[in-house]
């Protein structure tokens, strides 16, 4: 049984993850969280 998450961002916060996880001096549990926050969003389970 897969059990994932499905979360609403805004499109604010959406635009400010993507910035995020597109920046050069992030910690990468930052970008790591961000990246799992944007396919959350998306729908995607498992990944």
């Not at 400010?16 to 926050?37: D, F, P, T």
């Amino acid at each position: 049984m897969e059990l994932g998450w499905v979360i609403q961002l805004s499109q604010e916060e959406r635009k400010h993850l993507e910035q995020l996880i597109n920046k050069v001096k992030v910690v990468g549990y930052k970008i790591k969280h961000g990246h799992m926050l944007l396919k959350a969003h998306e729908g995607e389970v498992g990944a």
